[in-house]
């Protein structure tokens, strides 16, 4: 007789996980533990492709269990330097310096190019020119998302603007206008739709209160995942 359930370690796209296969299941359930040790219980016949799209569909709260399974992060150190990653949107892309760039900086599909300086402000330059993209991409986007998110939430901003806010990532005025920080950028988009969700909640509910979580929860259900991952990785987004 065939044994009723068989367990196996396997690695999909970063994240270790036991993928446990039973007779007796008819469904499929991903299950974290508070260590970070991810199983994956599925019915006996239950192909590859189904799995990961599974895990897919769970990546950001999957990662974050992943980083747990390594312990925390070192903070990371960014150097200007050629072939060193910057993070946008959550996907970090490698650094290339260009003598004769008419741009200080673009994006493109290998990466970020940086018109190469000589000189003792040099790395002052690259700095402002990382923070201008951010900004900058960071208007147009979020813009977007505020618009996208502003009914479900039920308010009407008036403006959305990206700054440089210190050690917080949002903030909103008294007169219905949400602020980011160009850093915001650095995360990913599920990350920067639960902090585009937060400032908007406040401007219905100004304080941490039970009514203004719900209302974030109404929006965003896995909002403490967001939260968890900006805890764990947020000194990562940073120049
Ligand atoms: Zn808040």
Redesign the pocket.
């Known amino acids: 007789m065939a044994p009723s359930s068989s367990v196996e370690q396997r690695v999909y796209q970063g994240i270790r996980y036991k993928l446990v296969r039973t007779r007796r299941r008819k469904t499929a359930a991903i299950l974290i533990a508070p260590g970070g040790d991810v199983t994956v219980r599925v019915p006996q016949e239950l192909d590859d492709g189904t799995i990961h799209g599974l895990l897919d569909k769970q990546h950001d709260r999957l990662m974050q269990a992943v980083s747990k399974q390594a312990g925390l992060p070192e903070p990371v150190v960014r150097s200007f330097d050629e072939g060193c990653t910057f993070p946008f949107l959550g996907q970090e892309h490698r650094l290339h310096f260009d003598t004769g760039a008419s741009e200080e900086l673009t994006l493109g599909s290998d990466g970020f190019h940086l018109r190469y300086r000589e000189g003792v402000d040099a790395e002052a330059t690259y700095q402002a020119a990382f923070r201008k993209f951010y900004t900058d991409h960071g208007r147009t986007y979020l813009a977007g998302r505020v618009h996208h998110f502003a009914p479900a939430v039920g308010v009407l901003p008036t403006a959305t603007r990206v700054l440089h806010l210190g050690n917080r990532w949002?903030s909103c005025s008294p007169k219905g206008a949400v602020n980011f920080h160009w850093r915001a950028m650095m995360a990913p988009p599920k990350v920067v739709d639960y902090l585009v969700v937060?400032?908007l909640?406040?401007l219905k509910q100004p304080d941490?209160s039970r009514e203004?979580w719900r209302l974030v929860e109404q929006v965003i259900a896995d909002h403490e995942l967001c939260h968890e991952w900006l805890r764990a990785h947020g000194a990562e987004m940073d120049l």
Do not use: M, R
């Open positions: 949002g937060h400032e909640a406040h941490h203004f």
